[in-house]
């Protein structure tokens, strides 16, 4: 085992070891070292999948097989959700940082432009008349803000996509066609990781980063919480302002109680 690293009289969880939260693997990684492991596999031709589960995924996890087997099969989990981080500590097995995809799809896409690698992005808001879809919106941004990213395509798909197989279809053959090194895939938690699950096959030896609202956040279509609420741990706050009808129920009868049954556990078994 590698010698731990000793921050503020904190010993770190030495890189590539994963942490245990509530019965979930959690990679003990930064950013920057996820999108280190991401060029490094792609340049060994290997692909793979991350998953960045918050509060909500982790307490589904226990009640859903099925979201459980998508964290057990990805090469990467990070913490996205600052109670993860605080729970890891409280454990005495502390996690490096927050690693969100709403920061991984700038990262990663500013370390792929720089070995020429490309990029696929489905998700974001369906095309209106007159109006450019979410995807090829955000898709423009990371182009001008990435040199070097090429955009092997994008789309956003109709909402309900997933229950017309002939749309389905059409979906999966427009990202298999394009043979990117690494798709984005932003249409929701759990529907993101079952779009993933039927694509990996398809693609072995590229990348899949189920990244939520982040196409979204990058489309300009949504506005992300200020950074003192990210660093606080408030971004919950924030989505749920402004979305209170979709989030308020899932936020305060599920997952708020969640949260504190897991610092309280963790602190416990500390």
């Not at 998508?70 to 502390?94: I, K």
């Amino acid at each position: 085992m590698s010698e731990r690293i000793v921050l503020d009289g904190v010993a770190l969880v030495a890189p590539g070891e994963r942490v245990m939260l509530d019965g979930i693997a959690v990679d003990a990684i930064t950013e920057s070292e996820v999108v280190a492991a991401v060029r490094a596999a792609l340049d060994r031709g290997e692909g793979g999948r991350i998953v960045t589960p918050n509060v909500d995924i982790l307490r589904r996890a226990r009640l859903d097989a099925q979201v459980r087997a998508f964290l057990e099969d990805a090469t990467l989990v990070v913490a996205d959700g600052t109670p993860l981080v605080w729970a890891s500590r409280l454990a005495g097995t502390p996690l490096p940082e927050r690693v969100t995809g709403s920061d991984l799809i700038w990262s990663l896409s500013k370390g792929l432009g720089e070995d020429g690698r490309s990029v696929y992005l489905l998700g974001g808001e369906p095309e209106d008349p007159g109006w450019v879809d979410g995807a090829g919106r955000a898709a423009a941004r990371l182009a001008a803000a990435c040199p070097g990213l090429h955009i092997a395509g994008w789309r956003s798909p109709e909402y309900g996509f997933e229950q017309d197989p002939h749309l389905l279809a059409s979906v999966c053959r427009d990202v298999v066609e394009a043979k990117p090194d690494l798709v984005y895939v932003g249409v929701g938690f759990p529907k993101q990781e079952w779009l993933v699950s039927l694509l990996r096959p398809e693609l072995p030896f590229t990348w899949f980063l189920g990244c939520g609202a982040a196409i979204n956040f990058v489309a300009g279509d949504r506005e992300r919480a200020p950074e003192w609420m990210q660093k606080s741990g408030l971004e919950w706050a924030h989505r749920l302002g402004n979305e209170p009808r979709r989030l308020a129920s899932r936020y305060l009868r599920h997952d708020a109680p969640y949260s504190l049954r897991l610092l309280a556990s963790n602190a416990v078994r500390r």
